[in-house]
């Protein structure tokens, strides 16, 4: 469920006071005027949540994306592996930063396919950036295989899948670079917002200095004072969205918690109907559980329990009706046709699928009479 649905006077009340303690709305200087440093703080509390060596804020998830492939130097005539079912952002971050985005193939879990991975990869490639689509994580252990074996960074995708595990660390935290989004969909949110965890201190000044005009922030230099060796841009988050972001961080563990009690409803009350195939998840995963897919093959059928999804006021969530975002096969305005190899064959597996949004307004009940009303069409 989306962090925007349990917004309430926590929220309210920490933006009140950071206007009471100053009102320092910048994250770096102006020491004199304020008591606390909240992006700090909030990056200080997400290492900690997600056992990561170092976490960075930032202004958008896109925008972390892109700090991280900066960091690397990629830049035009590079390639950037990632998937045909995907969110548009990591395509655009790609292309903004100049490289040329290959995009392959999902499998069951509807996420990177490894089987792809291999014949894909070519002495232009740089990084490799899977996906952890609607919460439910890839299929790691194999991609890192392979792209140890070849020796290019991975870079994570865990925008929306905040708290998902794989082997029982966090997603976000199994390579290099882990990449989350706080936008108003998201697990947690700050309105616009987004953080790169990273695995050493090296790699976290990479992106601190790229996402800050390049400041080195060298200690006892004042920041007028302060020196660059690399050009960087503004990427940074604002005390505003911090604030926020600490109070959503200590309602995860409660989000998780209840998404996973609607998810298993659905799971357990539609699991045995033949005609339904139910996302994969990966043995070592532990989905955030805040969405439900299922593929079901019969076309009238799926448009019976769209409608019934509708009209209980649950909607679908992306599948279908955000396709066009998330699926590379649209996206041909901007990739080259080579790129769209997987794409129709993608957009066909994913015209199957419903994705059932999970939300904190309907409670386990309605989910019950969900599963109730999908089993009366069958
Ligand atoms: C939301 C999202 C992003 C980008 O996040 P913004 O904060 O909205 O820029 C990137 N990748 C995926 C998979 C996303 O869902």
């Known amino acids: 469920m989306p962090g925007f649905e349990l917004i309430d006077n926590k929220e309210k009340k920490a933006l009140s006071n950071l206007f009471d303690e100053g009102g320092v709305l910048f994250a770096h200087g102006f020491d004199a005027l304020r008591k606390k440093y909240h992006v700090r703080e909030f990056e200080e509390n997400l290492s900690k949540y997600f056992e990561s060596e170092h976490s960075l804020c930032v ?89 140890d074996l070849h020796n290019i960074p991975v870079i994570e995708d865990a925008c929306e899948a905040v708290g998902a595990k794989y082997d029982n660390k966090f997603v976000g935290t199994l390579c290099d670079y882990g990449i989350f989004s706080f936008d108003f969909g998201k697990n947690i949110t700050t309105g616009e ?10 790699l976290d000044k990479l992106v601190r200095e790229y996402h800050d005009h390049g400041h080195q922030n060298i200690e006892n230099l004042p920041r007028g004072l302060d020196l660059a060796s690399r050009p960087g841009f503004n990427y940074r988050m604002g005390e505003m969205n911090a604030v926020v972001g600490k109070e959503q961080l200590k309602k995860l563990d409660f989000i998780l918690e209840e998404n996973k009690k609607r998810y298993m409803i659905l799971n357990d009350g539609l699991s045995s109907v033949k005609d339904i195939k139910i996302r994969f998840i990966p043995d070592s995963a532990l989905p955030s559980y805040d969405t439900f ?71 386990t009940s309605d989910y019950q009479n969900l599963v109730q009303e999908i089993l009366n069409v069958f």
Not at 78 to 103: K, M, R, W, Y
């Open 59 to 147: 202004s958008s998830g896109t925008a972390a994306i892109k700090c991280t492939l900066a960091a690397y130097g990629i830049k035009e005539g590079d390639e950037v592996i990632t998937q045909s079912f995907n969110f548009i952002a990591t395509l655009e971050a790609i292309h903004d930063i100049g490289a040329t985005p290959v995009v392959i193939g999902i499998d069951d879990s509807l996420n990177m396919c490894p089987d792809l991975l291999e014949k894909n990869i070519t002495n232009k490639t740089k990084a490799i950036m899977p996906v952890h689509m609607l919460g439910v994580p890839a299929e790691m252990k194999k991609i890192i295989e392979i792209a």
């Open 193 to 202: 917002g987004g953080a790169i965890l990273s695995k050493n201190a090296n």
């Open 293 to 363: 897919i299922f593929e079901i093959c019969d076309e009238n059928k799926r448009e019976v329990i769209k409608n019934i999804l509708i009209n209980l006021g649950i909607g679908t969530k992306n599948l279908p009706d955000a396709i066009r975002w998330h699926c590379s096969y649209y996206w041909d305005y901007f990739l080259k046709d080579t790129n769209n190899a997987y794409a129709e064959e993608t957009l066909i597996k994913l015209s199957k699928n419903i994705a059932i949004p999970i939300v904190l307004k309907k409670s």
